[in-house]
């Protein structure tokens, strides 16, 4: 760690002397199949500098033409959040030098972003909804990236760099809030709500594969905190690139607890960027934040305005797709949940898994059984998010048709899960290798029930003495010994059979 630990002051007390002020810039990379200003691929993955052309390095004389797919993109994302869509709206060179911006500049759009004014409901785990007021979303290319070798893989200390210019002009579109303001205690969970309600929304209008985890959603916290008596917003800090949807929470409850500390001590909040590590949930100082004065924008020269036409716009709105928090409404009252119960469905973000399953054919109660419970438990141990578990709903669909035609317990099932999840390859394949079928054969089982009741006398008296509860040792050991691959319920007849 480069930074040396920051006092912090108790949430609690953060939350009595201090309102939190948060700001949120989402950036999303559009899944457009070529860059924003000319026509390489976007594909995440390929051999660095192999997605490259004289326009998205930078090259003289090389002219942009605008990705039609990334303005159809940034539209429907604009209407999707209520916002108004500009009927013409420039493209700006925002002027920085970073090696891993080719042009010495992005294009990007600045004082007429295409799309302004909007909103996005939110949910709050305790049901309540808040509204964030979005300012704008506007569209810009993306930049390179730079690989820092030696060291931590952070520029200072590294030995050299390596760049890779793939990412330079994939279209982004950067989505910002109006000042949240008002959100007290709560400002962390409304944060993550936000970005979760709009990665959702994303995913729904198809206009990006959203994986955090790879950067195609991208967030930046800004934060400032305002003592109880101000009138004034304080100095924020710009916490960038926090990239999952717990970090986002943790990195604003960190930052309004090392602010709060900072300005109890008589301390002063430096207008800054900051990093988040990931690791240990802190941030640390980066580079002075730049105003919009610094970056010298100007109307990119080789760029016409966006002019969308009015037709064009309506006919856009009318691919929107039904809404995440509408869909779950509707499919609510199809499964006949609860407010509570949809909510904890939504919280561990299952709900999507549980209707692919079910569209693969399991019912609503055993999908929902799935991944609540045993799925959500694997998530936890492994570490990931439900979603990105290694197992597909249909894989889920197939083990528990596989369940319900009597060929697997639920231990069985389990363990055919836990296989999939442990890449061993697809349920039926799993249980035919590792010969895992309920044995249905009651002379196969009657070898392991003559030996149980042989080892347990006493038992065999309780239960010809009434009490059939008993036979629940005797259950237990047969299926050891068929190691769970008995149905327990023949496994008891056969026993009280015997007894008899
Ligand atoms: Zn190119």
Redesign the pocket.
């Known amino acids: 760690m480069t930074a040396a630990a920051a006092e912090l002051m108790d949430y609690d007390q953060v939350i009595a002397e201090f309102d939190p002020v948060m700001g949120l810039e989402v950036h999303v990379e559009l899944g457009t199949a070529t860059?924003m200003f000319?026509?390489?691929p976007t594909a995440f993955g390929a051999d660095p500098n192999t997605q490259?052309?004289p326009?998205?390095i930078g090259l003289p004389g090389s002219l942009p033409v605008v990705n039609q797919k990334a303005i159809e993109y940034a539209i429907r994302i604009g209407l999707a959040l209520n916002c108004s869509i500009r009927p013409s709206s420039v493209f700006a060179r925002k002027n920085y030098f970073y090696p891993d911006q080719p042009k010495n500049y992005q294009i990007s759009q600045y004082d007429e972003p295409i799309a302004f004014d909007g909103y996005l409901d939110v949910q709050l785990t305790d049901g309540t909804t808040w509204r964030v007021d979005i300012e704008r979303a506007h569209m810009e290319e993306d930049t390179g990236k730079s690989l820092h070798i030696g060291g931590s893989g952070r520029i200072q200390g590294a030995d050299h760099s390596l760049l890779d210019y793939n990412r330079a002009?994939v279209p982004l579109v950067e989505i910002v809030t109006k000042p949240i303001v008002g959100a007290g205690e709560r400002a962390p969970e409304v944060a993550r709500a936000y970005v979760t309600a709009l990665r959702d929304l994303l995913k729904a209008l198809e206009v990006s594969d959203v994986r955090m985890d790879q950067g195609s959603l991208r967030c930046d916290a800004n934060l400032s905190l305002m003592a109880k008596d101000a009138t004034e917003f304080g100095t924020r800090t710009e916490t960038k690139n926090v990239n999952s949807l717990k970090s986002v929470e943790i990195a604003v409850t960190y930052e309004m607890r090392r602010q709060a500390a900072v300005l109890t001590a008589g301390g002063e909040i430096v207008q800054e960027t900051r990093h988040f590590h990931e690791t240990d949930g802190t941030t640390s100082a980066g580079r002075r934040k730049e105003t919009a004065e610094d970056y010298r924008y100007f109307p990119e020269p080789d760029l016409p305005p966006v002019q969308p036409s009015e037709e064009w716009i309506a006919e856009l709105g009318t691919t929107l797709p039904e809404l995440p928090w509408v869909r779950r409404a509707r499919i609510q009252e199809e499964w006949g949940v609860s407010d509570e119960v949809m909510r904890d469905l939504v919280n561990v973000g299952a709900v999507d898994l549980i209707i692919a399953t079910v569209d693969a054919g399991a019912s609503p109660e055993a999908a929902r059984g799935w991944w609540v419970s045993f799925l959500a438990q694997q998530a936890n141990s492994r570490g990931v998010e439900l979603a990105d578990l290694p197992i597909s709903p249909a894989q889920v669909a197939t083990v528990i048709g596989l369940v319900d035609e009597g060929k697997l317990t639920t231990k069985l099932a389990q363990q055919v899960a836990t296989a999939v999840l442990d890449g061993e390859g697809e349920p039926e394949q799993i249980v035919a290798d590792r010969g895992l079928e309920v044995v249905r054969d009651d002379s196969a089982l009657q070898k392991a029930i003559d030996e149980a009741l042989a080892n347990n006398p006493d038992i065999v008296e309780k239960i010809r003495g009434g009490k059939v509860k008993a036979a629940g040792k005797i259950v237990g050991d047969v299926m050891k010994a068929t190691r769970g691959q008995a149905d327990p319920a023949r496994v008891q007849e056969l026993v009280l059979a015997a007894c008899q």
């Open positions: 860059k000319c026509g390489c490259v052309c326009v998205c002009g």
